[in-house]
């Protein structure tokens, strides 16, 4: 199973609602990570957490609040979003963050449009 | 900080053709890795093809080989016998050990017409 997958597919929110993006993976995969990705825009990314510590965080607003409650499960809440904020929010992971040439498998993403 | 160019932001190829992406990147490491995404419209980013920056030999994936030019800072991905599959987003990109902070290329949009 090389799966990624991300719930929701699509999530509409206000500025003033909390919401919460969910990823899971069942590699064994020990590194993940979310991006974010304008439409016609390379994925940035934004956090990575390895062994369930964040390990980077991108100077990301602290309106994205990471959270990695086990290995195969990443979820990322968010709180009084911008409408600047609507982007493809993508998960992806990898074996560990030992090895660099590991491939990063991604998820579908959730697209995320904030009113 | 590393930065990647992408120069061609659309490209067209015959079915059966060949076509090559350029990408270039700015570094002052010397450990690091390099990446070819493809990402086809809305579908899932996959990895079309890796190298090492410590290996001198281009890598291959099949019809997908890449030119690896060190000095030059030079990255290109050659695609053979283009398919109507090979339609996507090509992002290169680069990452450096040890976060695996990955950075992209603004990406090709590559059409293969039949």
């Known amino acids: 199973d090389t799966e990624v997958t991300q719930t929701p597919k699509h999530l509409v929110m206000g500025m003033t609602n909390k919401k919460s993006l969910k990823c899971e993976q069942h590699?064994?995969?020990?590194?993940m990570y979310w991006y974010k990705q304008k439409a016609k825009k390379p994925p940035e990314l934004m956090f990575v957490?390895?062994?369930?510590?964040?390990?980077i965080n991108e100077s990301v607003p602290s309106r994205f609040s990471p959270e990695c409650p086990n290995s195969s499960l990443l979820n990322l809440h968010l709180h009084a979003l911008q409408p600047e904020d609507s982007a493809l929010y993508l998960c992806?992971?990898?074996?560990?963050?030992?090895?660099?040439?590991?491939?990063?498998?991604f998820g579908p993403g959730t697209r995320l449009t904030v009113t | 900080a590393q930065t990647v160019t992408q120069s061609q932001p659309e490209m067209s190829v015959q079915e059966a053709e060949t076509v090559t992406l350029s990408c270039t990147y700015d570094?002052?490491?010397?450990?690091?890795?390099l990446f070819w995404y493809k990402q086809p419209p809305s579908r899932q980013m996959i990895l079309v093809i890796r190298?090492?920056?410590?290996?001198?030999q281009n890598a291959t994936e099949n019809r997908f080989s890449v030119n690896f030019q060190k000095a030059a800072k030079s990255f290109s991905l050659k695609i053979s016998d283009s398919q109507l599959g090979d339609t996507a987003m090509y992002f290169c990109?680069?990452?450096?050990?040890?976060?695996?902070?990955?950075?992209f290329g603004a990406g090709t949009r590559l059409t293969v017409k039949p």
């Open positions: 992806a992971s990898s074996e560990s963050l030992g090895n660099p040439a590991d491939e990063q498998y």
């Open positions: 590699m064994g995969h020990r590194a």
């Open positions: 957490y390895s062994y369930e510590k964040l390990s």
């Open positions: 570094t002052s490491e010397s450990n690091y890795y």
């Open positions: 190298q090492e920056a410590y290996k001198q």
């Open positions: 990109a680069f990452m450096k050990p040890p976060n695996n902070d990955m950075r």
